[in-house]
């Protein structure tokens, strides 16, 4: 590789971040700041790339192959599910991520999404914009309530749930856990899934998305849950059957849902969920904060470093 690292960055960059990414230049790095809604120059930039840093939209097999020049794909962020890996490794191209990074932001999305299903907020600004805020369903009354004394299930207990269970716990809030790890350090009480599911007011999913856990909140879990307990889901869509959760919403059994990942990304406006006015969602940007990108760009431009020095990666995953 010569002295000069060319990285295509594939995202939808505001003028800050293509002024920051310019900035690079001085570490040795030529970055080419490409939306995420240009397949033409995509595939155009693409065969000149060293180095893929990557977010939201899948790297396929025939991306990389039409990437001869490719060493590393970056993931900017932590799950890796929207790379071929075996495709990758077949060329021998590093793929790495970067726990940790965004893991502040996406705890503060998690807690914003809990907040807006208990206190149903996007339903109260609809009315409000409308004229009608005095006018709501005294129904509704029911439905709101606090974080402070409910039961809150913590599915994965990675860098996300250590920030948030403090958060939640002094703002009163009993939490539990479960995964498929149990925790010497974690001092908060690990359950089954059967004894969380039974247990929690709030479920939130925060564990990788793999053969094991697809579907990990399917029709069976959602009936064995409270009756008006609320989902959290920021981590990976397909955790969740999501015509069960249509389901078990339309019918009141789950209060509420706050989502910030779907099943089929990016999530289309006829999406049966959509339609539910206890559902409030997010298109996958928990970690898009302006702190989040300049310590998660603080990685990849040291990956590229070291990629060019050959030293060992940071965070490598195949």
Known sequence: MGARVKVLFRFDGARWLSEHVRTFAADGLDVSLCS????????????????????????????????????????IGVGVNTIDLDA??????????????????????????????????????????????????????????EIAGRTIGIVGFGAVPRLLASVLTAMGANVVYTGRTRYEDVHYPYLTKDE?????????LHMPLDGTTR?????????AMKPGSIVINVARGPLIDETALHDALAAGHIGAAGLDV??????????????????VVAPHIPGVTRETFERSLGVAVENCRRLRSGEPLLHRVA
Request: hydrophobic share 50%; charged share 25%; net charge neutral.
């Open 262 to 279: 779907f099943e089929a990304e990016p999530a289309l406006a006829d999406n049966p969920l959509f339609r539910l006015d206890n559902v």
């Open 88 to 145: 990758a490794r077949a060329r021998g191209i590093a793929v790495c991520n970067m726990p940790g990074t965004n893991s502040r932001a996406v705890a503060e999305q998690t807690l914003l999404l809990m907040l807006a299903c208990l206190r149903k907020l996007v339903a109260f600004d609809g009315l409000t914009r409308r004229g009608d805020g005095w006018s709501w369903p005294m129904e509704w009354q029911s439905g709101l309530g």
């Open 215 to 223: 579907a990990w909140l399917d029709r069976a879990s959602l009936a």
């Open 196 to 204: 969380l599911l039974a247990r929690a007011d709030i479920l939130s």
């Open 36 to 75: 995420e809604q240009e397949e033409g120059a995509y595939r155009d930039l693409l065969p000149e790339s060293d180095v893929l840093w990557h977010i939201l939209r899948p790297v396929t097999a025939g991306a990389i192959a039409s990437a001869p020049r490719l060493k590393l794909i970056q993931k």
